[in-house]
């Protein structure tokens, strides 16, 4: 799909009405209690009415018209209603709660079980801990008991050979695009998954064993190290926490890449990244957001692609980042047919580009056939015709 951008000013003044007319056609139609039978669904309600329907299995969820119930059941169908939609946001409220304190008071492994919870909303960040303490304590059995032995690189040593043998991680070479590779509760349960979430579980257990390691990013992949002075050693946790030194890394790019080379034909790493001393928290968590994006994406689950990319705008490091996210919210919203948010999104965008305003000129139609359902007409053949017309430029997505 080509870059999206804004849609000009008449068709955001044309969405702003269709908007308004939609508000007080909903207002007229709770009004009314005298037509019998079922209406079409409001495509322009708002989430939490459009949440709700799908919980409770309705069409609208405030139809007016809906046959009458007892007022205990209503009430604890909308109960039912709201604590299901509750549990369903609670790993994007609470990710949204820890990352509004500064980066360096972010509980990494924390928001990294937020976002886990994406797929697992009953998760808690307490039962991974445990999990993770656990683990420390094999290593640390492994390590001296004096603490003023525990030199950084012997500690580093002994728990990348407890990290394959004792603890069985490695990296899921078979699977690798595989949605619990990126989620923290499966990685720790099958003790397998991409090279982020590997170095966070082996960063945290080293930090449970008195060492304090960061993330090292290269072309394609993610190592660690530990912060420690004069030592430039890397950790690539995906592959049974193999120690390797600068050298060794830039001779396995070398082999296996087609990045530029220096005069001697041999990739150069930048050694700049030894002078970090702590984890970019919002850079890391946006990596593994971006991972799983990517996955939801190409498998055309745009529910879930939706649920992650709603927790990104949070944790965004950079600014250039703004208006791509923008751009894939709005569209993920229109494919999830939440019509006002997707107006919204790309009514912050400041481009005109025929792509936006395809979307907004369906958007606006679909609005337009509900206004006419609601109010007791059938819509035109024009309109009809003109939805086809923006299908065909929007078939590309």
């Not at 009953?122 to 039962?127: F, G, K, P, R, T």
């Not at 049974?240 to 001779?251: A, S, Y």
């Not at 958007?363 to 299908?391: K, M, Q, S």
């Amino acid at each position: 799909m080509r870059a999206l951008s804004v849609p000009n000013a008449s068709a955001i003044e044309r969405a702003s009405a269709t908007r308004t007319r939609a508000r007080r056609t909903s207002r007229a139609r709770r009004a009314e209690s005298s037509t019998s039978g079922r209406r079409g669904c409001f495509f322009g309600r708002s989430d939490a009415e459009q949440w709700l329907a799908d919980e409770r299995g309705d069409g609208d969820a405030d139809d007016a018209d809906a046959p009458s119930t007892t007022d205990a059941t209503e009430s604890s169908s909308f109960d039912a209603a709201f604590a299901s939609l509750a549990r369903r946001k609670r790993g994007l409220t609470l990710f949204e709660r820890e990352l509004a304190k500064d980066e360096d008071d972010v509980d990494l492994l924390a928001a990294a079980t937020f976002i886990a919870m994406h797929a697992n909303p009953d998760l808690e960040v307490d039962d991974v801990r445990r999990s993770i303490d656990e683990m420390a304590k094999i290593v640390m059995e492994r390590l001296d008991a004096d603490v003023e032995e525990r030199y950084p690189l012997r500690t580093v040593k002994t728990i990348s050979r407890a990290w394959a043998a004792d603890l069985g991680f490695k990296g899921n070479v078979e699977d690798y695009y595989d949605v619990g590779n990126s989620c923290i509760d499966r990685v720790l349960e099958t003790r397998t998954g991409i090279p982020i979430t590997l170095c966070l579980v082996y960063m945290e257990i080293a930090k449970r064993c008195g060492v304090e390691m960061v993330d090292v990013g290269i072309p394609g992949h993610l190592l660690c190290r530990p912060v420690a002075e004069g030592m430039e050693v890397l950790v690539d946790a995906f592959n049974q926490g193999d120690l390797l030194f600068i050298e060794e890394v830039e001779d396995i790019l070398s082999r296996n890449s087609l990045l530029v080379t220096g005069e001697d034909g041999k990739v150069r790493i930048d050694r700049s990244f030894l002078t970090e001393t702590k984890v970019r928290k919002k850079a890391f968590l946006t990596r593994m957001l971006t991972n799983l994006k990517a996955i939801y994406f190409a498998r055309e689950d745009y529910e879930r692609a939706l649920q992650i990319v709603e927790y990104m705008p949070t944790c965004n490091p950079y600014e250039s980042l703004n208006e791509p996210l923008t751009r894939t919210l709005g569209v993920l919203y229109f494919k999830n047919e939440r019509w006002m948010d997707a107006l919204e999104m790309f009514s912050r965008l400041e481009a005109s580009d025929p792509e936006v305003e395809a979307y907004v000129e369906r958007v606006t139609r679909v609005l337009a056939l509900e206004r006419d359902v609601v109010g007791g007409g059938t819509g035109t053949e024009e309109n009809e015709n003109d939805n086809d017309d923006v299908d065909d430029r929007l078939s590309h997505d």
